[in-house]
């Protein structure tokens, strides 16, 4: 009875182990919110917001603000998904960008990591 329960125990634990991993579960998890860089120009300055959703969809918005006091803005829908630590956003089934999780907490588009975003926000409700 002993080696019974010590057998079930030991197949339990396995199975709780081996079962997810924690590291795709928080990656997902930290990705989910609102993303936002800003580039200043001479001309003109311009925010970009990426809001990922837990359901894998976003919304991709810039904001480009004139010195003459001009402001133009856009948004697209985008689905994303996730393949280790590589984001593939896919804008409208048109474009794709590929993006990493940064281990300082920023996401840099895969082709320049100068261009970084920093999480500002963990609620999506406003998009």
Do not use: P
């Amino acid at each position: 009875m002993k080696n019974l329960l010590t057998l079930a125990l030991i197949v339990f634990s396995f199975i709780s182990f081996s079962s997810c991993s924690n590291d795709d579960v928080d990656f997902n998890t930290d990705l989910i919110g609102v993303w936002e860089r800003t580039d200043i120009h001479q001309d003109y300055s311009s925010v970009s917001k990426l809001v990922f959703v837990s359901d894998n969809t976003g919304i991709s918005i810039n904001t480009n603000a004139y010195n003459s006091g001009e402001i133009t803005s856009s948004a697209t829908n985008f689905d994303w998904n996730t393949q280790e630590s590589m984001i593939t956003v896919n804008l409208n089934g048109v474009s794709e960008l590929r993006y990493i999780l940064k281990s300082n907490g920023q996401l840099a588009l895969s082709s320049s990591q100068d261009l970084t975003f920093s999480k500002v926000s963990d609620d999506i409700q406003s998009y």
